[in-house]
Nanobody
Framework: VQLQASGGGLVQAGGSLRLSCLVSGRTLRDTNMGWFRQAPGKEREFVVA???????MYAESVRGRFAASRDNAKNTIYLQMNSLKPEDTAVYYCAADSRRSVTVTNERSYGYWGQGTQVTVSS
């Protein structure tokens, strides 16, 4: 299973970005997917999970600003990020959980990870 994240970049505060994560080697419809991020000097943290059923769970810090979606036909998930803040600056990782664990917020539930894409929000 391989994951390839893309779509990061530099944006001003208040702006938007859309991240994509293409999954190969496994069908997306049977897989829980997640987005995590890691800021400089900090531990990696949960951002959002989108379960195989399509239901989502968001971290409190991004709820109402970020929206996760999936296109099973394209084997791709997306993260639409609006109203970006400087504190959203991080490397964003997509991850796949083929076991469809109950705990979707824990990075240990995910066995496959993408390479990360840098998001930088300037003030």
């Amino acid at each position: 299973v391989q994951l390839q994240a893309s779509g990061g970049g530099l944006v001003q505060a208040g702006g938007s970005l859309r991240l994509s994560c293409l999954v190969s080697g496994r069908t997306l419809r049977d897989t829980n997917m997640g987005w995590f991020r890691q800021a400089p000097g900090k531990e990696r943290e949960f951002v959002v999970a989108i379960r195989w059923s399509g239901s989502t769970m968001y971290a409190e810090s991004v709820r109402g600003r970020f929206a996760a979606s999936r296109d099973n036909a394209k084997n791709t998930i997306y993260l639409q990020m609006n109203s970006l803040k400087p504190e959203d600056t991080a490397v964003y990782y997509c991850a796949a959980d083929s076991r469809r664990s109950v705990t979707v917020t824990n990075e240990r539930s995910y066995g496959y990870w993408g390479q990360g894409t840098q998001v930088t929000v300037s003030s």
